[in-house]
């Protein structure tokens, strides 16, 4: 019965790309991202991203910055020295995602995982 209630749930909608965590696994990618970038997620599917950050030296009011396909999340307040910072979201398909870091002394970028 169960089989036959999500068949009827997901009746009509286009699933072909599959779902997060599906035939996906965690790509540690720091080496090849730059804070301030903008990258497209070009898989076909939705991924997650985890990104750690780290303050090195006394800060004033750093924030990290999260943007996706044109919307800003952020994280940040007034930190001392040797803080860290991480943020994990979601990307669909196609969407454009990059994370920056603003504010005297800023985060430098310590590990990038993505889920794809």
């Known amino acids: 019965m169960a089989g036959s209630l999500t068949v009827d749930i997901l009746n009509g909608y286009d699933v ?3 779902f997060l965590g599906i035939g996906q696994t965690w790509q540690y990618v720091t080496a090849s991202r730059v804070l301030g970038t ?6 076909g ?5 985890s990104v ?17 396909g044109g919307v800003v999340s952020q994280i940040g307040g ?3 020295a040797h803080t860290y910072c991480y943020m994990s979201m ?3 398909s196609g969407v454009t995602y990059s994370v920056t870091s603003t504010g005297t ?3 430098t ?4 995982y993505e889920l794809r």
Request: charged share 5%; aromatic share 12%.
């Open 45 to 49: 599917k939705p991924i997650q991203i």
């Open 38 to 43: 903008t990258y497209t997620n070009t898989s």
């Open 90 to 92: 979601i990307i669909p």
């Open 105 to 107: 002394g800023g985060y």
């Open 52 to 68: 750690t950050l780290y303050a090195t030296a006394n800060n004033s009011s750093p924030v990290v910055n999260l943007l996706i």
């Open 109 to 112: 970028l310590t590990k990038w």
């Open 78 to 80: 007034s930190y001392g």
């Open 16 to 18: 072909s790309g599959g």
